[in-house]
């Protein structure tokens, strides 16, 4: 929640917290004229819901999560029909 706010707030900022300098480098070129600081927020925001989805597939794939979703009946993946 607090990066979100930092994505709209000072959006540069949001690209040093995960990792990408060279982007909040051109963010904050951005972000010094008028015009394209809302882009630059918008910009910001997707680039942190990008960041949080790579981080859950990460964890999952260390785990070894993503075995137990593909064979999982619950998981929506058809299952055999007998009859």
Same mark, same amino acid.
């Given at each position: 929640?607090?990066?979100?706010?930092?994505?709209? #707030? #000072? +959006? !540069?900022?949001?690209?040093?917290? =995960?990792?990408?300098?060279?982007? $909040?480098? #051109?963010?904050? =070129?951005?972000?010094?004229?008028? =015009?394209a600081? =809302?882009?630059?927020? *918008?910009?910001?925001?997707?680039?942190? +819901?990008?960041?949080?989805?790579?981080?859950?597939?990460?964890? !999952?794939? &260390?785990? $070894?999560?993503?075995?137990?979703?593909? *064979? &999982?009946?619950?998981?929506?993946?058809? !299952?055999?029909?007998?009859?």
């Amino acid at each position: 929640m607090m990066r979100l706010v930092i994505a709209l #707030l #000072l +959006s !540069r900022l949001t690209f040093f917290t =995960i990792g990408r300098p060279l982007a $909040g480098a #051109l963010c904050l =070129i951005l972000q010094a004229t008028q =015009i394209a600081w =809302i882009p630059a927020a *918008i910009w910001a925001v997707d680039a942190l +819901s990008q960041w949080k989805t790579d981080q859950k597939i990460r964890g !999952r794939w &260390s785990r $070894g999560e993503w075995m137990t979703w593909a *064979i &999982s009946p619950k998981a929506g993946m058809p !299952r055999e029909v007998t009859g």
